[in-house]
């Protein structure tokens, strides 16, 4: 036998046959897949509601911001100077309420403090820009009600079975001539009827 022909002759015999990889497949023992913790609760209707009272508070600022900017050019900035300080302000609070909101989502662990940030702050801007047209003093006060009320539950962790392990092959099987049942490949005579099986 050549080298060649000896070389093709080994290569064949490491070679793996489908039943052969099938029953090693059967064999492999399957790790349960671990159990994956749950989403936490967020409050994020106190979030949404934060996040556009601050947009009220942060428009009432600019649209001061426009007013106290037209006075002081007026009054060459001698009344304007007040309205623009509680535009800085409410252009301040605006950023706040909307930072403390999407906190108070992002970290729902600590909601009692960002909803309290965003109740105060609320508050205060009723005295700059009368609250944001008031619509955003009563949507960061929801906001910030929603936020301290806010109960976390107990995640509850997720278990996902294990798959299946696929059934090995079944062993392959002979008919006997005589009989015509089923007998093992390795079998010379047939258990069933006694008669000789072929080679």
Do not use: W
């Given at each position: ?5 000896s070389r ?10 489908v039943?052969t990889?099938?029953?090693r497949?059967?064999q492999?023992?399957?790790?349960p ?14 979030m949404?509601?934060?996040?556009i009272g601050?947009v009220?508070v942060?428009i009432a600022?600019?649209f001061?911001l ?16 007040g309205i623009?300080?509680l535009a800085?302000?409410s252009l301040?609070?605006?950023?706040l309420?909307i930072?403390?909101?999407v906190?108070m ?22 005295f700059?820009?009368l ?7 009563l949507?960061g006060?929801?906001?910030g ?8 539950r107990?995640?509850?962790a997720m278990?996902f079975?294990p ?5 090995p092959p ?8 005589k009989?015509g049942?089923m007998?093992?490949p390795?079998?010379k005579?047939?258990?069933h009827c006694?008669?000789?099986l072929?080679?």
């Open positions: 036998m050549t080298d060649a022909a093709k002759s080994i290569d064949r015999s490491r070679r793996m046959n039943p990889f099938l029953a497949m059967g492999v023992a399957y790790v897949t671990p159990m994956v913790p749950a989403e936490p609760d967020r409050p994020t209707a106190g949404v509601l934060s996040i601050g009220f942060l600022g600019l001061e426009a007013i106290g900017s037209f006075v002081a050019g007026i009054t060459l900035g001698f009344a304007g100077g623009l300080l800085g302000l301040l609070f605006g950023i309420m930072i403390f909101g906190m989502y992002h970290t729902p662990q600590n909601h009692s403090v960002y909803g309290a940030l965003v109740l105060v702050i609320s508050i205060v801007s009723l700059t820009s609250g944001g047209f008031f619509i955003g003093f949507l006060l929801i906001g009600i929603l936020g301290l009320a806010f109960k976390q107990t995640p509850q278990f079975p798959a299946p392990a696929p059934t079944a062993a392959p099987q002979r008919v006997c001539l009989c049942r007998v093992d390795g079998l005579y047939c258990p006694g008669g000789a072929p080679a």
